[in-house]
C-alpha cells in the first residue's frame, strides 16, 4: 500500500460501523472514504478502479464466518481482487435507546444480524420478549429508533458513536466471551509481501473417496500451519462444496509453492486469493 498517497477506501457502511472503524484504523485520516451499503458494492467499486482498496468483514470470534463476503469470491471467480492484507477488531456492543426509556418499555431491537447474533444471549436474559429486528447495518438500525419518538418501545445495537451522534443513551452490552471480527482488504494488483505473511486459497475437490484428505496433505509434508478452513455451497450443483483455507507463509517460499502444486494435481479448481502480511 502506497505510503503518503492520497486513497480512496470503500467499506460496508455507513459511518460508525465497526467496518468504517476497521478502515479508519489502517488507513488514517486524509483519505477519501466511500461507504457502500453492501459487499458486492465494495468488491464493484474495486473492480472498477473506484476505490483504491476496499474493507469487508471475512470473520466473527463468536459468530464465525460472513458468508456474503465468502460467497462473492465463489460468485465471481474471474474476479482480478485480491486480498491485501487483514484488520482485527475488537467488537464492543452498545443498547441505544432515547433518554428516559426503560428496558422494561423496550418492545423491538434493531439491528444487524451478526450485532443480534453476537448479543443473542443478553437479550435472551434482560429482553426476552422483545422482538429482534434485522437490520442492513447497526447505522440503518439507528433510523428505526429516530423514527420511533414517542412510544419509546424502541431500542437498537451498535457502537456507542452512533449514540453519540444522535444524542441518544447508550448502555454497554457486558462480552461473556472475546469478540472480535477480522476484516480483509481488497485491492488490485498483487499485495506487497510483509515479514509474516499469509495466504488464502479457494478450492473445489475432486468426485471421490479421499478428496479432502488427498488435499490437505500437501500442507503436512511441507510442514505448513493453517489457520482456517470453511466450507460453502458451490452453487453449481447439490451437496458439492468449495473450501476456503488460510495457511501460514507467502506464495512464493519454496515449502508453500510445492504444496500449493500437489495440491493443484488433487483438485478440480484452485485459485489463490491472496498473499499478505498478517496482522501483528
Known sequence: MPRGAYLRVAYLGPEHTNTHLAALSKFGQGHGYVHAPT?????????????????????????????????????????????????????????ITHPGTLLSQVKAVYSHPQALAQCRRWLSQHLPAATRRETNSTADAVVYLLVDKTSGTRACIGRIELAKEHRLRATSIPEERDNKTRFLIIGLDEPKKGKRNKT???????????????????????????????????KRKAWEYLFFIDLEGHASELRVKKALAALERSTSMLRVLGSYPVTT
Open 39 to 95: 459487499v458486492e458494492d465494495v468488491f464493484r467499486l474495486v473492480e472498477r478502479r473506484q476505490a483504491d482498496y476496499g474493507v469487508v468483514p471475512i470473520e466473527n470470534s463468536l459468530e464465525g464466518a460472513v458468508t456474503h463476503t465468502l460467497d462473492r469470491f465463489i460468485d465471481f471467480l474471474d474476479t482480478p481482487v485480491k486480498i491485501h492484507g487483514e484488520i482485527e477488531q475488537p467488537i464492543h456492543h452498545y443498547l
Open 200 to 234: 488464502s486459497v479457494l478450492l473445489a475437490l475432486k468426485d471421490k473417496p479421499g478428496a479432502l484428505h488427498d488435499a490437505l496433505m500437501p500442507f503436512k509434508r511441507n510442514r505448513i500451519n493453517l489457520t482456517k478452513i470453511e466450507s460453502r455451497p458451490s
